[in-house]
């Protein structure tokens, strides 16, 4: 699972892989799913001329059904091959290469704040009163991301890449909580009063790869090495040559408190 927080010097948690494999980002990382759009159109999130601020926007996986569904954008990414495709892809954004961390966001300017698969790269100690300062009272910070392996659905394939992962010598220390664990991120999220939980959901899905698609969807994640990423591709062929993969996608909303 892609799951991993930033460490200094260890290549498993290196924040700008991403860009590295920007390519095969923009071409393989899956959109989210239907009931996310849907869920964040019922809160009233998804309204025409809304401007939003999206924190790691990477190629636009998540920017572009906001850009869609007619909010301004400005999108705020780090990685610079990542930006450039994202400009090129929506030059309707406005994009910021830079971090979160380092932004420079006007006060007040903003009805939604976005981290789609992204808030655990941010340091929320430095993000948060950042996003209370830039958006206008009342507004949310929708925050969510997919864990590419639902721990409820045994697969052949999910037997095999869990053999591989089991092979690692050890885990790189995980400041944050574990992708799926809502209440810790909610936790992380309210810390200091500046946001209030609004709504938590959960959304399971799935979807059909083939080997290559396994192999450039794979070469995105930032803690799988390229044996690891050969490894899984082949499982793929062994498997047939394509797999049912089941996906969790966890949202949680909070909304900016007005006080302090
Ligand atoms: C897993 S990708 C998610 C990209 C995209 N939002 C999506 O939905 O697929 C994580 C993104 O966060 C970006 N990122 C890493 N550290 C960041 C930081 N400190 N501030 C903002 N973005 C950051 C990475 O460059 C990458 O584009």
């Given at each position: 699972m892609e799951n991993l927080p930033m460490e200094a010097g260890n290549p498993m948690v290196d924040p700008m892989h991403f860009d590295r494999w920007a390519g095969a980002y923009e071409r393989f990382r899956p959109p989210y799913p239907d009931a996310l759009w849907e869920r964040l159109r019922d809160l009233g999130l998804m309204m025409p001329g809304k401007r939003a601020v999206e924190l790691g926007a990477g190629s636009g996986q998540a920017t572009a059904a906001l850009v869609e569904a007619g909010l301004s954008v400005t999108a705020v990414e780090p990685g610079p091959n990542l930006a450039g495709r994202l400009r090129a892809r929506l030059p309707q954004v406005t994009v910021l290469t830079g971090t979160a961390e380092e932004a420079e966001l006007p006060e007040a300017g903003f009805d939604l704040a976005v981290a789609a698969t992204s808030v655990h790269w941010l340091n929320l100690e430095i993000v948060l009163p950042k996003l209370h300062r830039a958006l206008v009272p009342g507004s949310s910070f929708a925050v969510w991301r997919t864990?590419?392996?639902?721990?409820t659905v045994r697969t052949r394939f999910r037997e095999r890449t869990g053999q591989i992962v089991g092979r690692r010598r050890a885990a790189p220390a995980r400041p944050g909580p574990d992708e799926l664990d809502t209440a810790g991120w909610v936790r992380e999220l309210t810390a200091g009063g500046l946001f209030a939980e609004v709504s938590t959901d959960t959304f399971r899905w799935s979807i059909v790869l083939g080997a290559d698609e396994v192999h450039g969807l794979f070469s995105?994640?930032?803690?799988?090495s390229a044996a690891e990423v050969e490894e899984a591709t082949q499982a793929v062929r062994d498997l047939g040559g394509s797999v049912t993969e089941h996906y969790v996608t966890p949202l949680i909303v909070v909304e900016r408190a007005a006080f302090p």
């Amino acid at each position: 699972m892609e799951n991993l927080p930033m460490e200094a010097g260890n290549p498993m948690v290196d924040p700008m892989h991403f860009d590295r494999w920007a390519g095969a980002y923009e071409r393989f990382r899956p959109p989210y799913p239907d009931a996310l759009w849907e869920r964040l159109r019922d809160l009233g999130l998804m309204m025409p001329g809304k401007r939003a601020v999206e924190l790691g926007a990477g190629s636009g996986q998540a920017t572009a059904a906001l850009v869609e569904a007619g909010l301004s954008v400005t999108a705020v990414e780090p990685g610079p091959n990542l930006a450039g495709r994202l400009r090129a892809r929506l030059p309707q954004v406005t994009v910021l290469t830079g971090t979160a961390e380092e932004a420079e966001l006007p006060e007040a300017g903003f009805d939604l704040a976005v981290a789609a698969t992204s808030v655990h790269w941010l340091n929320l100690e430095i993000v948060l009163p950042k996003l209370h300062r830039a958006l206008v009272p009342g507004s949310s910070f929708a925050v969510w991301r997919t864990a590419f392996g639902d721990p409820t659905v045994r697969t052949r394939f999910r037997e095999r890449t869990g053999q591989i992962v089991g092979r690692r010598r050890a885990a790189p220390a995980r400041p944050g909580p574990d992708e799926l664990d809502t209440a810790g991120w909610v936790r992380e999220l309210t810390a200091g009063g500046l946001f209030a939980e609004v709504s938590t959901d959960t959304f399971r899905w799935s979807i059909v790869l083939g080997a290559d698609e396994v192999h450039g969807l794979f070469s995105t994640f930032s803690n799988w090495s390229a044996a690891e990423v050969e490894e899984a591709t082949q499982a793929v062929r062994d498997l047939g040559g394509s797999v049912t993969e089941h996906y969790v996608t966890p949202l949680i909303v909070v909304e900016r408190a007005a006080f302090p």
